[in-house]
């Protein structure tokens, strides 16, 4: 089924009603006093943005202004697709594919569509799995599927030449795309990119004082902050029950990664983002029951043989807007995945680039397509 079929979201008002009471009969827990964030989400500030939730957030108002998005689905090896396309009255635009990250969804690009679209025809997409695009109907959905799927929704779109930008899991989407279609992709611009080194101690030679904290960074994501990656390449369907159920459970999964992927000026996750879209994603999660299908894509991507393989490089221009306090991309493990042809480092902004600082990401966005 190759049917582009227009989309509205429009959720009954008994699953709101339901979300509502669901948050206000929370059987709260206990926690050790003093430890703040450092064994997950504190219990006073989770209450807190519950309560928000349940008696002062306006999922209409939010479903509105997501709506004044011309969106889309289709179907692709049996899985919807759903899609925000909004077309540029420049006629030269160049369309582009945007891919989120988990948690995130399409919503994490709000704040951007509109004005990338003077430049742009823009497709934002919600990944397999998660959010309007779930929940996932097969097993098998790895970075190389996907990335298949996203090159099959761009051709039915009628577009022979585009560029995608993607962060964090997107990217490697966007990375991969390239790798698969360099023949339609023009260029990938990402950020929250994480790289890897390969294992040869050459290639620590020489790397500068900030890319040995970004080194350390990672070391220390990997030793304190694997929970959720473990949890979810290993069990997601044991972690679906809690999450599914409790949209407390659900919350404190979500908001724990933008605490701890934001720009970490910011002492709560409403500091970096507009708490109000954090809240708008979480309930599209919540109310496609999404938990456990996004989940999922952590274990086909550990279950995958070919995804920690060598790869072939991508010979399609790569553009990098590195947030410097909070990424961990160093330049010469991302030149082994696709030539890097522009580079940036930001001094403000975290994984979530396009909610946190959406001028900043506008404009690389802007200028690395301008210079190919």
């Given at each position: ?148 799927a996203f090159v099959e929704l761009m051709a039915r779109l009628g577009y022979d030449r585009y560029g995608v930008q993607g962060q964090g899991g997107g990217a490697w989407d966007a990375v991969e795309m390239g790798r698969q279609a360099p023949e339609h992709v023009i260029g990938t611009h990402v ?182």
């Open positions: 089924m190759s049917e582009i079929r227009p989309f509205r979201i429009e959720i009954p008002q008994a699953d709101v009603d339901d979300l509502r009471d669901r948050l206000r009969r929370t059987r709260w827990g206990s926690e050790i006093p003093g430890q703040g964030w450092s064994r997950g989400v504190p219990v006073d500030y989770l209450r807190q943005l519950a309560t928000y939730w349940a008696e002062e957030f306006d999922w209409r108002k939010q479903e509105a202004r997501l709506n004044d998005l011309a969106q889309f689905t289709t179907e692709i090896d049996g899985q919807t697709i759903h899609f925000a396309h909004v077309r540029s009255a420049n006629p030269d635009a160049v369309p582009l594919l945007l891919l989120h990250d988990w948690p995130a969804s399409f919503v994490v690009f709000a704040k951007v569509i509109e004005e990338l679209s003077k430049d742009f025809h823009v497709v934002a997409a919600d990944v397999p799995g998660v959010g309007l695009s779930g929940p996932l109907t097969s097993a098998g959905w790895t970075t190389s599927k996907i990335a298949s950020n929250g990119y994480v790289t890897f080194p390969s294992g040869d101690p050459a290639e620590f030679e020489g790397l500068t004082e900030a890319e040995q904290e970004r080194l350390a960074r990672l070391q220390d994501f990997r030793d304190d902050k694997m929970g959720f990656n473990i949890i979810q390449s290993t069990r997601p369907q044991t972690l679906a029950y809690g999450l599914h159920d409790s949209p407390v459970g659900q919350l404190a999964w979500i908001v724990e990664k933008f605490k701890e992927w934001t720009d970490p000026t910011a002492e709560l996750p409403e500091d970096a983002v507009d708490r109000d879209l954090l809240l708008a994603n979480v309930s599209l999660y919540w109310f496609a029951g999404t938990a456990g299908s996004s989940a999922n894509l952590y274990y086909e991507n550990a279950h995958d043989p070919s995804a920690w393989g060598p790869k072939e490089r991508s010979s399609v221009p790569m553009g990098v807007a590195l947030a410097k306090h909070v990424d961990i991309t160093v330049r010469r493990f991302a030149e082994r995945d696709a030539p890097v042809t522009h580079w940036t480092e930001l001094e403000r902004g975290g994984n979530f680039l396009p909610l946190e600082q959406p001028a900043l990401f506008i404009d690389d966005v802007r200028r690395f397509f301008a210079s190919l």
